[in-house]
């Protein structure tokens, strides 16, 4: 069993070259920083007393696990900025259209103002998620954020497949039409941004 002073001091030793690892990975110093942070308390909470011996690979575990979420996440969010693109639309069979399938995350730009935009963008998204229904949202979140595919959906929301399509298409079609209202249209997500009144 390990003491606290041996926890604090393998920590100690390996933080830098974690931080160096992480940066190189991410290619952010701020959410390396962060993503190191939380690896060190996921181990010092979760693993503090087990042997010293066990920490190198338990924390190198514990951190890219971390860094495969922050990836995940990342992935998530540049899918949210491209939502209103891809679910617009009025077509008559919108209903069994699955908007995962239209999506184009390839944008990965670096750029500050892109990054600027993205993050307003999804700030948009989450406010305009918190005024869904208490089903959609559940549908929604369950199916694009955790990327469920219907029959888990249906499964942990205690309905059909038919309900988890239909709570999601009509979700889809009330954020396309609040994110409409702050001035998100269907074409160029990133530009509107800035051409917001």
């Known amino acids: 069993m390990a003491t606290p002073k041996e926890l604090s001091d393998f920590l100690a030793t390996?933080?830098?070259r974690a931080f160096k690892q992480?940066?190189?990975a991410v290619r952010d110093d701020h959410a390396a920083l962060d993503i190191v942070q939380d690896a060190m308390m996921k181990l010092a909470e979760k693993y503090g007393d087990r042997p010293p011996t066990e920490f190198p690979m338990l924390f190198q575990r514990i951190l890219q696990n971390t860094?495969?979420?922050f990836w995940r996440r990342q992935k998530v969010r540049n899918m949210w900025t491209?939502?209103?693109s891809s679910f617009g639309g009025n077509d008559a069979d919108s209903e069994d259209r699955d908007p995962l399938e239209?999506?184009?995350v390839g944008d990965d730009s670096d750029e500050p103002s892109i990054q600027l935009a993205r993050n307003q963008t999804i700030q948009l998204i989450e406010h305009a998620l918190e005024k869904l229904p208490a089903r959609q949202r559940e549908a929604f979140v369950l199916r694009y954020w955790e990327e469920m595919d219907v029959a888990e959906t249906?499964?942990?929301m205690g309905c059909s497949d038919g309900s988890v399509k239909t709570h999601c298409s009509r979700a889809v079609h009330a954020l396309a039409l609040e994110l409409k209202k702050q001035g998100?249209?269907?074409l160029g997500l990133s530009n509107a941004i800035f051409?917001?009144?």
Do not use: G, Q
Request: charge should be negative; avoid cysteine; hydrophobic fraction near 40%.
């Open 102 to 104: 239209t999506i184009d």
């Open 195 to 197: 051409d917001r009144k």
């Open 67 to 69: 860094m495969r979420d």
């Open 14 to 16: 390996v933080e830098r």
């Open 184 to 186: 998100l249209d269907k």
């Open 154 to 156: 249906a499964e942990i």
């Open 82 to 84: 491209s939502l209103l």
């Open 22 to 24: 992480t940066a190189y």
